[in-house]
Every structure is written in structure tokens, then in C-alpha cells.
């Protein structure tokens, strides 16, 4: 079945270490997008980053991820991690086939906690 | 622009108690979603909207959750004879259209069953 795999459970780094969050699906779907939502302490996810062109870097708020559909992933790394990148972070796929409703698959989240 | 809010932000029920939470999507969106996230499950899917018709309500638990939306500006989730295992963050959600993906999340309603 259609599904995404995140990095399990919690990844610590300390502040100004590189990070990187993995992330791999696996679908039928033929026409799909990504996304990176970022959920901070008692707020709402909200998009950090989305992609649906394969080998196309995208950036934002220092974050970065490409798509590569020739290894089913779309990983998400920062260069250097500052404290308020502590936040748990979902990856979802945004499925759809010609004719069929699509729909939106979320992998199970990790929790990102920088240190100083 | 008002994002989406949802009401409570917390509530406490007895079990066996009903409760209701409260959406108002964005306006001008025309797809409402609903999902409950726990440490253990993440988000999980309950149930969704488009131009307030029920779409899609595989995620929901058929005994004792029901959800409405009875205009545009308004859906709410109704869970009866709460258990404990139904205490959890439900959020909800809108978005423009079905397939963007890119959906804008209320803060959610934590709902704890004792």
C-alpha cells in the first residue's frame, strides 16, 4: 500500500551541527507532491517546504529538500541547527491518480530537539 | 486573514460523557478536514469535507463519532460516550482545493477523557 517513512521517534543535535530528517514513500500513484509540515510547541503544522519536481532543490527558512523519485525519498536537512528548529516535523505525500480523488499520507513524525 | 479556529482548545470530559469540538475553516476554502494526533499514532485521518459534502469518512471510528458540517463556515465532531483511549489532540483543517496537499491546521482542541 501507498505509505511514508520518517526518521523514527527523536533526533537530538546540538545548536550549529548539521541535521538531516529522512524520509521515504512508497506509492502507486502516479502524480504526487511533497511536503515537509513543521509543528511547534502548542501550535498548528504549518508547511515548511513542498516539492513535486524530481531532482529540484527547494529551500526554506534554511531548510532544504529535494525530491528523488528514483529512490523513493525527500529528505530534510538544515546545515546548521538553531534552538527554535526544536519542533516535531511530519513528511506527507500528496497522491492522485486520472479519475480518482487524491489523497494525503503522513508519515509518522519526528521530534526534532537542538541543543545549545 | 483568520486562520482556522477550532473550540474548545481544551476540553475534559468523564467517560461515557459526549463531546463536541468546533471548526471554521478559512473562508473561501472549500475542503475541511479532521484528524486526531496522539504521541503513539501521529496524525491520523478522521474525516473529510469538500463544499460541505462528506467525502471521505474511512478514518473515522463508525460507533461513536459523527461529524457535520451544516454550512460553510462550520463543521464540528461529535464523539460520544467518550472512553479514555479518545483522549487526543483533534485538529482540523481546510485547504483550496482537495489535492494541494498543502492544508492550514487549526490549533486544535485537546480533549481529555478521565
Known amino acids: 500500500g501507498d505509505s511514508v517513512t520518517q526518521t523514527e521517534g527523536l533526533v537530538t543535535v546540538t545548536e550549529g551541527l548539521p541535521v538531516k530528517l529522512n524520509c521515504t514513500y512508497q506509492?502507486?500513484?502516479?502524480?504526487?507532491?511533497f511536503f515537509w509540515y513543521v509543528q511547534y510547541l502548542n501550535e498548528a503544522p504549518q508547511v515548511l517546504l513542498k516539492?513535486?519536481?524530481d531532482n529540484k532543490r527547494t529551500e526554506h527558512q534554511g531548510f532544504h529538500a529535494t525530491l528523488h523519485k528514483s529512490s523513493s525519498s525527500f529528505h530534510l536537512q538544515k546545515s546548521s541547527a538553531q534552538l527554535s528548529d526544536s519542533a516535531l516535523y511530519y513528511c506527507?505525500?500528496?497522491?492522485?491518480?486520472?479519475?480518482?480523488?487524491?489523497?494525503?499520507?503522513w508519515g509518522l513524525g519526528t521530534s526534532l530537539v537542538v541543543n545549545p | 486573514n483568520a486562520g482556522v479556529i477550532q473550540t474548545p482548545r481544551h476540553k475534559v470530559t468523564g467517560k461515557g460523557q459526549e463531546a463536541t469540538l468546533w471548526c471554521e475553516p478559512i473562508s473561501g476554502h472549500s475542503a475541511v478536514f479532521w484528524y486526531r494526533q496522539t504521541i503513539v499514532q501521529g496524525l491520523e485521518f478522521l474525516t473529510y469535507?469538500?463544499?460541505?459534502?462528506?467525502?471521505?469518512d474511512s478514518g473515522m471510528p463508525k460507533e461513536r463519532f459523527s461529524a457535520q458540517m451544516p454550512n460553510q463556515s462550520h463543521s464540528t465532531l461529535k464523539i460520544q460516550s467518550t472512553q479514555p483511549q479518545d483522549s487526543a489532540v483533534y485538529l482540523c483543517?481546510?485547504?483550496?482545493?482537495?489535492?494541494?496537499?498543502?492544508?492550514?491546521f487549526g490549533e486544535g482542541s485537546k480533549l481529555t477523557v478521565l
Open positions: 506509492t502507486t500513484y502516479l502524480t504526487i507532491a
Open positions: 516539492s513535486s519536481t
Open positions: 506527507a505525500l500528496s497522491a492522485s491518480n486520472v479519475g480518482d480523488n487524491s489523497k494525503l499520507i
Open positions: 483543517a481546510s485547504s483550496l482545493a482537495r489535492n494541494t496537499g498543502q492544508l492550514y
Open positions: 469535507f469538500r463544499n460541505q459534502a462528506p467525502i471521505d
